[in-house]
């Protein structure tokens, strides 16, 4: 008879089979139909991600329910590497997202985000061309600033103050309050004349394409975004971790009962 422990490593594993099913279709669906870069860059990790999940899984279920050692001493070693990698990571999250917050502007609801208030590794990323390229290219594809336009089409410039803005808005869809520009609408500014300080003023441009997506301030707003995301996927990875733990304790008593029935079979074969 089948352990407890080999059990519930094989019903949590067949769960986890189940998961990655529908997360290796999508990586094959967005592989073959997918239309913007955004889309693309997702497909081959998930496909990744999907394959990976299986392979375990099968080798949890087969291992653990029918006693096939090698496959579960393999599903342990993977698991432990696994341990390891998510708490690298939630730690690695949690010291790279603790610099940089949005700066309060006077008489304005929204804040304006500076990319020097980040840390030093965020930056490098977003400022490597290729890198940004990229990002660049799904902000634009994701359409906010010209939703922004379509909600404010109507306001005044002391309305338009008064907005709310989300970091992606207040960075990529209007100009630094550094260059004080005159309002037209949200995403079109007269530049004034003169030198600025701040490099974003020269870099804003009133083409739809363009706006502040290349400024400092829109890299900012990038990164105060995936600041709040890294940090909400950090909490998340905890208690993954605590179940990944508990998870690879059972089945090492589950590798130990294989281990006990094995050498069980064999003394009882000899005594024979």
């Known amino acids: 008879m089948v352990r407890f422990s080999n059990s519930l490593v094989g019903i949590l594993n067949f769960f986890v089979f189940l998961l990655s099913v529908p997360i290796l279709s999508t990586g094959i669906w967005l592989s073959l139909k997918a239309t913007t870069q955004c889309e693309r860059f997702l497909d081959k990790p998930m496909i990744a991600l999907g394959v990976f999940l299986m ?50 502007i006077q008489g304005k609801a929204y804040k304006e985000y500076r990319l020097e208030a980040y840390s030093d590794w965020l930056q490098r990323r977003v400022n490597n061309a290729k890198h940004w390229n990229n990002i660049r290219s799904c902000l634009y594809e994701s359409k906010f600033c010209y939703n922004l336009e ?14 709310d803005l989300t970091a992606f808005e207040s960075g990529c869809c209007k100009p630094s309050n550094d260059c004080d520009f005159t309002y037209i609408t949200s995403t079109t500014w007269n530049k004034t004349s003169g030198t600025h300080k701040n490099s974003d003023c020269q870099l804003w441009d009133n083409e739809k394409h363009k706006l502040c997506y290349n400024c400092k301030a829109c ?32 089945g090492c008593c589950a590798f130990r009962n294989n281990k006990e029935d094995r050498y069980g079979r064999s003394n009882g074969f000899n005594n024979s």
């Open 55 to 104: 392979i375990i899984a099968i080798a949890g279920v087969v291992g653990s329910c029918c006693r096939v050692t090698w496959l579960l001493w393999f599903y342990l070693f993977v698991m432990f590497f696994l341990i390891l990698i998510v708490l690298c990571f939630t730690i690695f999250a949690f010291v790279v997202t603790s610099k940089g917050s949005g700066e309060t």
């Open 219 to 250: 890299k900012a707003g990038f990164l105060d975004n995936l600041k709040a995301a890294w940090k909400r996927v950090a909490i998340v990875n905890i208690i993954f971790l605590v179940l990944l733990v508990v998870v690879y304790a059972m």
């Open 150 to 163: 379509l909600v404010t089409a109507n306001h005044t410039v002391s309305d338009f103050y008064k907005e």
